[in-house]
């Protein structure tokens, strides 16, 4: 049976290694950035399937961070 895209893509986001670390809750990032990059591509920031960390990009993220993630979990973002 051949699977469609967007069901590929639903088994994919549901079963990402949101592994906890230090602290026993999943964490967050990885559904975030996703989030981030989905919201990105959809304002026409970015266009193709190159994503530059931007500092638009990086507002993004640091938004749904700071609308989304309740958890003990703490932003850090390195400096380039």
Not at 33 to 55: R, W
Not at 58 to 76: P, Q
């Amino acid at each position: 049976m051949v699977e469609s895209k967007l069901d590929s893509f639903i088994y994919a986001f549901s079963n990402l290694n949101t592994g906890g670390g230090k602290i026993k809750e999943s964490a967050p990032h990885k559904p975030l950035i996703l989030l981030s990059v989905i919201q990105a591509f959809e304002s026409g920031l970015l266009t193709d399937s190159t994503i530059p960390i931007t500092p638009e990009l990086t507002s993004i993220f640091k938004t749904n961070w700071n609308n989304l993630v309740t958890t003990g979990h703490t932003l850090v973002l390195l400096k380039r």
